[in-house]
Every structure is written in structure tokens, then in C-alpha cells.
């Protein structure tokens, strides 16, 4: 029973490339969360979405960072003319349900941290 | 294996009352300690981060402490709101991120 994947767990880009993260939830599961810890910072949320729909993405930058979750296929986070700033470790999670039922549980995938020279 | 726990499951109590939330975890080996407040609909907000050196950290009417030898930490809230009525999540950082079950406070006008 796997849990959940996130790759590649490292990734260096240069300022201005884009990074793509991807999220694999765990078997069953239809509600992916993203989440930023920067250095020295605790968990920020960034977006959470169903199948096919966004549901919150308060937590999301307004430029250059977007999320999906397709019928098919794993969540993609991607930010595009990555700044050095985006340096962090983004770490997915996902849920059974969704978050309307209080205590769902939600399993962290190991995260990527992605480093922008 | 990191197992966390959280007392009291569920918490009621007046507005304007101080009170804490205990969080137990069984493997010392962690790099952090984190609470977070979950809110019907929402992400995790995260409220407190401890790092395995630091004792307590504070903001605001929230003061959370850690002691690592003993694998436990609080969070205190003083004053408390209606407003803060939410689940209360900790969460300790080793390998994984491992949460607790959580405390589930309601705050009655």
C-alpha cells in the first residue's frame, strides 16, 4: 500500500526555468494538498484540489505558480521564471475526503525541495 | 515508528478562559514540532514551529513549548475566542511528517 509519492524529491533549476512538482496520492484517495515550508519557516498552506477542481487556493502566490489535479494522472504543481525566492521544500498530502469532514486525516508525501540557482 | 498522541480528543469550554492542549510523541529523533489548526473546508494553518533545539515559541495569545527528552509539548491559549474554535493538530517532522489525532476545541460565546 503506497503511500504518497512525490518526484522528483530534488530538483535544481536556474532563475527563470520552470519547475514542474508532481504528486501521486495515495490509492483511493481524491483530495491532494500542497503545502511550502521555507527555510527556517513551518508548513504554508498553498492549494487544495479534487479531481479536476480547485478548491482552495488561498495559499497560492498570484503569479507564476499554478496547480491541477487531472482525471488521469498526478497533481502537478508548477511554477514558471523560478526566483531564488521559491527555494523551498514543497510537500504534498492527500485525503480520502475532503476537509468538510474535520478530522480526515491527511498522509504527507516526503516532499520535494527544489533549489533555484 | 513515530506514534503522536493528543489529549484531550475534545475540548469545550467559556469564552475568555486560558487553557492547553498536550501532544505526546514516542521517537525523540525529530527536527521539528508543529501546530497546526484545521478548519472545516481549509488547508492546515500552520500556528507554531518549534525546532528540536528551541523550548517554546510564542505569537500572539499562543505559546507552545517542547520538551524532546520527554517527548511531549503544549500549546497554551490564553484568552480564549469563539474564533478559535477548530481542531488543533501537532505534528512532529523526522523522516515523515507523523500528526497527532488532534483536539477537536469549541470556544462558546
Known amino acids: 500500500n503506497a503511500g504518497v509519492m512525490q518526484n522528483p524529491r530534488h530538483l535544481v533549476r536556474r532563475r527563470g526555468q520552470e519547475a514542474r512538482l508532481r504528486c501521486s496520492p495515495m490509492?483511493?484517495?481524491?483530495?491532494v494538498y500542497w503545502y511550502r515550508q521555507l527555510p527556517e519557516e513551518g508548513l504554508k498552506f498553498m492549494v487544495y484540489?479534487?479531481?479536476?477542481?480547485?478548491?482552495?487556493e488561498s495559499g497560492m502566490p498570484k503569479e507564476r505558480f499554478s496547480a491541477e489535479f487531472p482525471k488521469e494522472g498526478p497533481s502537478i504543481l508548477r511554477i514558471q521564471q523560478v526566483v531564488r525566492g521559491d527555494s523551498a521544500a514543497y510537500f504534498c498530502?492527500?485525503?480520502?475526503?475532503?476537509?468538510?469532514?474535520?478530522?480526515?486525516?491527511?498522509?504527507f508525501g516526503p516532499g520535494t525541495r527544489l533549489l533555484v540557482l | 515508528k513515530q506514534e503522536v498522541t493528543q489529549i484531550p480528543a475534545a475540548l469545550s469550554v467559556p469564552e475568555g478562559e486560558n487553557l492547553v492542549l498536550n501532544c505526546s510523541f514516542t521517537?525523540?529523533?525529530?527536527?521539528?514540532l508543529q501546530w497546526f489548526r484545521q478548519d472545516p473546508g481549509k488547508g492546515l494553518t500552520s500556528l507554531l514551529l518549534?525546532?528540536?533545539?528551541?523550548r517554546e515559541q510564542t505569537s500572539g495569545r499562543l505559546n507552545a513549548s517542547l520538551d524532546k527528552s520527554s517527548g511531549r509539548s503544549t500549546l497554551y491559549i490564553a484568552a480564549s475566542q469563539p474564533g478559535d474554535s477548530a481542531t488543533y493538530l501537532c505534528?512532529?517532522?523526522?523522516?515523515?511528517?507523523?500528526f497527532g489525532p488532534g483536539t477537536r476545541l469549541s470556544v462558546l460565546p
Open positions: 498530502a492527500s485525503s480520502h475526503s475532503g476537509t468538510g469532514t474535520v478530522q480526515e486525516t491527511q498522509y
Open positions: 490509492k483511493g484517495h481524491s483530495h
Open positions: 484540489l479534487q479531481k479536476e477542481n480547485i478548491i482552495d
Open positions: 521517537d525523540s529523533a525529530i527536527y521539528n
Open positions: 518549534i525546532q528540536s533545539s528551541q
Open positions: 505534528a512532529v517532522y523526522g523522516q515523515n511528517f507523523v
